[in-house]
Every structure is written in structure tokens, then in C-alpha cells.
């Protein structure tokens, strides 16, 4: 496993001292759905350094930059992370354009991204170094530092646990409900409920496996394809020593019927709540059956 350092990239050094300060480029800026999220992004406290518009470079929007190129972008501000809100069809080459100027975390938004271009990128940031996010993700979250996405803020309170979700949605119901219950959170990462992931469990598992101030880990999964079972299993096989609590969405979904995201779909009993379930308690994993039982679990696992 690579050691990719998400909070690194996000926050900079603690040394720093003032972690809201690293630069975000935003691709997309000028765009209704950009453009909204961004400003929300600047409200929460996200230093939003630049945008990217081809044939807008030049303009500015409501303070911020915008520029022609991700190179110029990043020249102009130093950013290492990007979020990527341009329609799916420009996805590939908005990605490229990121990841060749040097981003090293891209965090991609949009839905119905090809497969064949989300697996070109993910090559493409392997080979440089890099990690993306999604695509069809809610964002990534450092709650009451910075967000880069389209999560609410409301529902996210810094703590020590991650939250990692297949499910935009079901991450904020299930991070409110930790919230309620005092269980802040370190982070918030959308897994993104395409069948290809820049990031998948496993890998954003491994990004907390050996922080100091990330004491749990609630992972919300969904039917559909094995990722559930594939992090059993590397939960069993490197001793994951973290309290970890699930929750599943779908569990009453009739079989190949897929459900929302292309991912969730269930034939015989690939993929099915059953097996996900099943191969969680072999891993000791508590699974909620409502999100609102998840700070429960999470309180009876603590105290193992």
C-alpha cells in the first residue's frame, strides 16, 4: 500500500499553524453548479485560490482568479488540490489537464463519467503520484477546516473518527447522527458509487490506519459489487486495529434492479446486503441496520 498522505495535502505540516490556508483550484468555477459550491466552499473556510475556465481566463469570479489552464493556475498559486465540478464529457480531459500540472489530489464531482475515463485517470494519477476522489462523489471533508464538494456543512463536526461513504446522502445522515451523539469526525471522504473509484475503501482505510487522532472509523457501504467484502477481508488479514462500524443502504432493494448509483446492483447474491453483512461479522464488524444506530455501535465498540 502507497502512503499517500490525504491530511497532508488538505492541512500541511501541524508546524503550519493555520491549516484553512492550502489552495484549491476549482475546475469548473464559472459554471451554475461551480460556482454555487464554491461560494459555499468559501464560506466554510476553503481557500479557494483559483478557478479554470477554458476561454474565460482573465475574469474573476466574486474575488477568485479564473484561468484558461490548470498549469497557469497552479504556476499562479501553488495549489496541490482540485475539484473538478465540469459536466461528465469534459471530465478525462479536465482531469488530465489537473493531474499534468501537478495536483496530486483531485477530488471529482460529476456523475455518468465513463468507466473507461475514470480508469485512465486513476492510471494516470498512480503513475504521478497522485489520488483521486470519485468521481460521483460528495467531496472530501475536514470538518471545521475545509470541504472541497457539495456535502452540507451542518451535519460535520471535528473528532476522531473517519467517515468513508459510497453514499453522498447517507455519509451527512450518518456523520449528524455521530454528531448528536458527540462522536466528531476527522475527516469525510465520498468512496463515490461508481463501479471504478479513485479511491476505494481499502485504500481510504489506509489513509487513517496509523494517525494518532483517528480513533474509529464508520464506513457506509451499499449492495452492489464487493467492495464491502473485499475490506473484511483486509480487515481480517492486516489486524485493523480501529473500532469499525457499518452501515449498508439497500439492504431491501429487489435483486438486479440496480438502485441509483451504477454500482448498486445485486445479482444472485454478488454483491447482496447478505454477503456483505456475513463477511463484516466474520471481520467483527457491527453492522447498523439504521444510520441512527450507528453512534450505538460505535459507543459499544469503544468500550471493547
Avoid at 21 to 38: A, M
Avoid at 59 to 73: I, L
Avoid at 145 to 174: D, H, N
Amino acid at each position: 500500500m502507497d502512503k499517500f498522505d490525504i491530511f497532508r495535502i488538505l492541512e500541511g505540516a501541524e508546524s503550519d499553524g493555520d491549516y484553512r490556508k492550502k489552495p484549491v483550484i476549482i475546475q469548473g468555477i464559472t459554471g451554475s453548479f461551480g460556482s454555487t459550491h464554491t461560494r459555499l466552499m468559501k464560506a466554510y473556510g476553503t481557500n479557494v485560490a483559483a478557478g479554470v475556465t477554458p476561454g474565460k481566463g482573465g475574469q474573476n469570479f466574486e474575488g477568485t482568479p479564473v484561468y484558461n489552464t490548470m498549469a497557469e493556475a497552479v504556476k499562479a498559486t501553488g495549489a496541490k488540490v482540485s475539484g473538478i465540478f465540469v459536466p461528465a464529457p469534459f471530465f478525462l480531459s479536465a482531469a488530465m489537464d489537473a493531474l499534468d500540472a501537478g495536483i496530486k489530489l483531485l477530488v471529482a464531482i460529476p456523475e455518468h463519467v465513463p468507466i473507461r475515463d475514470s480508469i485512465k485517470v486513476v492510471e494516470r494519477a498512480k503513475s504521478l503520484g497522485a489520488r483521486m476522489v470519485g468521481p460521483n462523489t460528495a467531496g472530501v471533508i475536514v470538518p471545521e477546516v475545509m470541504k472541497v464538494g457539495i456535502m452540507p456543512a451542518q451535519p460535520f463536526k471535528a473528532g476522531r473518527t473517519a467517515v468513508f461513504s459510497r453514499s453522498g446522502t447517507l455519509m451527512y445522515e450518518v456523520s449528524f447522527n455521530l454528531t448528536n451523539k458527540g462522536y466528531g469526525q476527522r475527516i469525510g471522504i465520498g468512496i463515490g458509487g461508481d463501479p471504478v473509484n479513485g479511491t476505494n475503501l481499502i485504500e481510504a482505510f489506509e489513509l487513517v490506519r496509523d494517525r494518532p487522532d483517528v480513533d474509529s472509523v464508520v464506513v457506509v457501504g451499499e449492495i452492489g459489487g464487493d467492495a464491502e467484502e473485499q475490506l473484511a477481508q483486509y480487515i481480517i488479514d492486516t489486524s485493523f486495529a480501529k473500532p469499525v462500524v457499518a452501515y449498508i443502504a439497500g439492504r431491501a432493494a429487489p435483486k438486479e434492479k440496480r438502485m441509483g448509483h451504477a454500482g448498486a446492483i445485486v445479482y444472485g447474491n454478488y454483491g447482496s446486503a447478505e454477503s456483505k453483512v456475513a463477511n463484516y461479522a466474520k471481520a467483527g464488524v457491527p453492522v447498523a441496520k439504521r444510520p441512527a444506530e450507528v453512534p450505538e455501535l460505535l459507543a459499544q465498540r469503544m468500550r471493547k
